[in-house]
């Protein structure tokens, strides 16, 4: 029997049957688990926001026009520190364009590290393509300079323009990247916390998802961490890891843990393009939908009215309007509670309702309290 059972199995037939259990068997066991640190982020980070102003050099007739005051004014006091004098109405800056340079660092990026910056036109520049950026300081919301950038712009397209009007653009041309433009020259401290205390904070807070945190956490390591709100996890580290190397390895497995977070139901819409994005867990209440569309058609003709021979009278032009109204006959679908979003998409097609159709559907749901989500409009 175990032979006839063996042949059975060896056979590519045998072999495919093997494999779909072993698939099932996996995606059903790790459906939905995600890894902490995919979800959370530990509170011992402390992020900061860099802004500058500077210029960028080197662009080919492309860069700001001579009524771009600041652009003239930086570029001449760059000159004047340099130890040349100019004459601000004799300086064309179609070689140079302002810019506004962004960066984000962090607590756990030191002095000397290199980040990304980004730089954004804010003069009338046409493109910033084969653009430099000249040494700029980049600081935080507090004026303290952390960062300083420069380098070759990156902008990802083109843009050719010839003189008879005719241009072609490929991407967005007036921001740009510059990778590891920016080197720290003063880092960020992170927030003072317990030595043996460490928070974790959930990106999308929810008591649910919290509380499952936890449990995982004290199911591995004993009683060491609760909920303090839908949003914070509060972790006590072990005696036994209060070594630094031990400390970062406890966080670090930690991180690696796998949970089922619980998502709120949500409908969000975008009317500005029609799209639509519905959760898992949202639900349909019974309910009867009934979609028609009226057509109001309006045609005009020009009538014209000769006057009589030696009249001395004006011809006169007038509009003979005819509107016709064709009402289509509306169409009358019950919708059971559903759980499934193949339901709905099922019972909107019948009645042939396009995305638009179905925003106003989906807000009449909401209206009616058969929309058992948050519904949000962008």
């Given at each position: 029997?175990?032979?006839?059972?063996?042949?059975r199995?060896?056979?590519?037939?045998?072999?495919?049957i093997v494999l779909y259990l072993?698939?099932?068997?996996?995606?059903?066991?790790?459906?939905g688990?995600v890894?902490?640190k995919?979800?959370?982020?530990?509170?011992n980070?402390?992020?900061?926001?860099?802004?500058g102003?500077g210029?960028?050099?080197g662009?080919?007739?492309?860069g700001?026009g001579n009524?771009t005051?600041?652009t003239?004014?930086?570029?001449?006091n760059?000159?004047?520190?340099?130890?040349?004098?100019?004459?601000?109405?004799?300086?064309?800056?179609?070689?140079?364009?302002?810019?506004?340079?962004?960066?984000?660092?962090?607590?756990?990026?030191?002095?000397?590290t290199?980040?990304?910056?980004?730089?954004s036109s804010?003069?009338?520049?046409?493109?910033l393509q084969?653009g430099?950026?000249?040494?700029?300081?980049?600081?935080?919301?507090?004026?303290?300079?952390r960062?300083?950038?420069?380098?070759?712009?990156?902008?990802g397209?083109f843009n050719?323009q010839v003189?008879?009007g005719?241009?072609?653009?490929n991407n967005?041309t007036?921001?740009?990247?510059?990778?590891d433009?920016?080197?720290?020259?003063k880092?960020?401290?992170g927030p003072?916390?317990?030595?043996?205390?460490f928070?974790?904070?959930?990106r999308?807070p929810?008591?649910?998802?919290?509380?499952?945190?936890?449990q995982?956490?004290?199911?591995?390591?004993?009683?060491?961490?609760?909920?303090l709100?839908?949003?914070?996890?509060r972790?006590?580290t072990?005696?036994?890891m209060m070594?630094?190397?031990?400390?970062?390895?406890?966080m670090s497995d930690?991180?690696q843990?796998?949970i089922?977070?619980d998502n709120t139901a949500?409908v969000?819409?975008?009317?500005k393009?029609?799209?639509?994005?519905v959760?898992q867990?949202?639900?349909?209440?019974p309910?009867a939908?009934?979609h028609?569309?009226?057509?109001?058609?309006?045609e005009?003709?020009?009538?014209?009215?000769q006057p009589q021979p030696?009249s001395?009278g004006?011809?006169?032009?007038?509009q003979?309007?005819?509107i016709?109204?064709?009402?289509?006959?509306a169409?009358v679908?019950h919708?059971k509670?559903?759980?499934?979003?193949?339901d709905?998409?099922?019972?909107?097609?019948?009645?042939?309702?396009?995305?638009?159709?179905?925003?106003?559907i989906?807000q009449a749901?909401k209206q009616?309290?058969?929309?058992?989500?948050e519904l949000i409009i962008l």
């Open positions: 029997m175990f032979a006839s059972l063996y042949s199995l060896a056979s590519p037939t045998g072999m495919i072993i698939l099932t068997f996996f995606s059903v066991a790790d459906a688990q890894r902490i995919d979800i959370c982020a530990f509170q980070k402390q992020e900061v926001e860099l802004i102003y210029l960028i050099v662009l080919d007739g492309t700001d009524g005051q600041f003239i004014q930086s570029l001449t760059m000159m004047e520190r340099m130890g040349l004098t100019v004459d601000q109405k004799k300086v064309k800056v179609k070689n140079v364009a302002a810019v506004l340079i962004t960066a984000r660092i962090s607590s756990f990026q030191k002095e000397g290199y980040v990304d910056v980004t730089v804010i003069g009338d520049a046409s493109s084969g430099t950026l000249l040494r700029t300081p980049l600081a935080d919301g507090e004026g303290m300079v960062a300083m950038a420069q380098g070759p712009i990156s902008i397209g050719v003189d008879d005719s241009k072609i653009i967005y007036l921001v740009g990247r510059i990778p433009g920016g080197k720290i020259v880092s960020v401290e003072e916390e317990e030595e043996q205390v928070h974790i904070s959930l999308d929810d008591f649910t998802t919290a509380h499952r945190i936890a995982k956490i004290n199911t591995k390591y004993g009683i060491t961490a609760y909920a709100d839908g949003g914070t996890v972790v006590n072990p005696d036994s070594h630094p190397i031990n400390r970062t390895r406890f930690i991180g843990l796998t089922v977070p949500r969000v819409i975008n009317e393009t029609g799209t639509i994005v959760g867990h949202v639900t349909i209440e309910v939908i009934a028609g569309t009226i057509t109001v058609n309006i005009s003709s020009p009538v014209i009215s030696y001395y004006e011809t006169v032009v007038t003979d309007s005819r016709s109204v064709r009402d289509e006959t169409r679908v919708l509670r559903s759980v499934y979003l193949s709905v998409a099922a019972a909107l097609n019948k009645i042939g309702a396009t995305p638009r159709d179905i925003i106003a989906f749901f009616a309290g058969a929309l058992r989500s």
